[in-house]
């Protein structure tokens, strides 16, 4: 059994492998004295103190389980800008490049935008270039709220039933974020005409479906595709090939779903999805969406998946929130889902399940032992405790 929960052999979509991720054997011992090389890319706002506290828990993993991590820092988006007048400047990406995966933090300052042009911001220029530098097709939204946290969610405790427990595997590199032509002209005086294309190809469609349903038979078994099929081209494209694909996962129950129902079916029922397959732009709204549900963004990390070598995946984690300019610097932020990101990093780029269980038991522990940052505290709850990113942070890594 392979070690790796994903086994991408590009271009061929049917040779992806997927394990279990609980209950996978210790990495052997051949593979426990390499080093594993990291490039931490905080970026902006609160990046870097969210990126500090996951190298702190990092650091503990590192200590309580005899690994190895080379860890370099690099800027990144409009640090980039300020240190090497660019988004994503050469060395970092050529640290990329040398690195077994990617940590990420945030990017983006929209009050700086109208300083250069869109093309250079951070989003398109460093983010973007890095999915599809990377070819990172496969994005991976764990949406989970903790039972403690159930006041911070804005459904009803009826509607969050048994627990939410959601999926959300989204196509990265194609869609309308990639198609071409993507442009802006003038088609007569002052009047302007802009346009962006959405393209998918039956290999890409079969791909990112086979992540999905693999994914899916590691939890409840069950996949809901999102599309537009009333309307789109590509949605009718994207029913016919995820049905195809279904044939090989007889133990998975399929369901299609429009992109607007889905929408309104996260408030209404959460409870039935497991993993909600969408395409790239609908995969953006919808896993926003899905993220409010477990009270708040900086809950909810995500793993961007590219090629397999060897044993390893190469994969970028990050955390689903973004910069949060308004708390940067304040010891406001939380870093559970930077740190998270770390553990999705330790499981499925390289098989490290026994550190990643490892963390996330220790946040687990921390949200029970009542330890919460601004965003996800209540003043009802009396056992809760207030804190900052700095001792959210110390404290799991104790608990490491
Ligand atoms: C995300 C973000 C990005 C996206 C932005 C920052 C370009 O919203 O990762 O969901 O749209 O993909
Ligand atoms: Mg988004």
């Known amino acids: 059994m392979s070690l790796i929960p994903f086994h991408f052999a590009q271009p061929k979509a049917d040779k992806i492998s997927f394990t279990s991720a609980r209950d996978l054997p210790t ?79 945030s990017v983006g300052l929209p009050d700086r935008d109208p300083t250069i042009p869109k093309e250079e911001r951070p989003e398109r220029a460093a983010l973007l270039r890095l999915r599809k530098e990377f070819s990172l097709f496969a994005n991976l939204r764990p949406v989970k709220l903790y039972k403690q946290l159930a006041h911070a969610c804005p459904l009803s405790l009826e509607r969050q039933g048994n627990g939410i427990d959601v999926l959300v595997v989204r196509e990265l590199t194609g869609g309308m974020y990639f198609g071409q032509p993507k442009k802006t002209e003038q088609v007569s005086p002052g009047v302007m005409r802009a346009i962006d294309t959405m393209v998918y190809t039956t290999p890409e469609i079969e791909r990112i479906a086979h992540v999905a349903f693999k994914a899916a038979q590691l939890r409840r078994k069950k996949v809901t595709s999102i599309d537009k099929a009333n309307v789109l081209e590509n949605g009718v494209l994207w029913r016919d090939v995820v049905t195809t694909v279904s044939k090989h996962y007889p133990d998975v129950a399929l369901e299609h779903m429009f992109v607007d129902n889905g929408a309104m079916q996260l408030m209404l029922k959460p409870t039935q999805f497991d993993v909600m397959l969408c395409e790239n732009m609908f995969g ?30 190469f994969g970028f984690y990050e955390p689903a929130g973004g910069t949060a300019p308004d708390i940067a610097g304040k010891n406001l932020a939380n870093p559970i889902a930077q740190i998270l990101s770390v553990a999705l990093m330790l499981r499925y780029s390289f098989g490290l399940n026994d550190a990643a269980n490892a963390i996330d038991d220790a946040v687990t522990k921390a949200i029970a032992s009542g330890l919460r940052t601004g965003d996800i505290y209540s003043a009802a709850d009396a056992t809760a405790k207030k804190v900052g990113t700095r001792e959210m942070g110390d404290a799991i890594a104790a608990g490491v």
């Open 27 to 105: 990495l052997p011992a051949s593979m426990s004295s390499k080093t594993f090389k990291l490039a931490a890319l905080a970026g902006d706002g609160i990046g870097p103190e969210v990126m500090r506290e996951a190298i702190k828990v990092l650091r503990a993993v590192e200590k309580r389980f005899s690994l190895q991590f080379d860890i370099t820092e690099a800027p990144v988006g409009w640090a980039g800008i300020d240190a090497a007048g660019k988004a994503l400047p050469d060395a970092t990406l050529e640290l990329c490049r040398k690195s077994d995966s990617i940590l990420f933090g």
């Open 284 to 313: 953006d709204i919808l896993s926003d969406e899905a993220a409010a549900l477990a009270g708040s963004l900086g809950m909810l990390p995500s793993a961007s998946l590219g090629a397999t070598n060897g044993n390893q995946t």
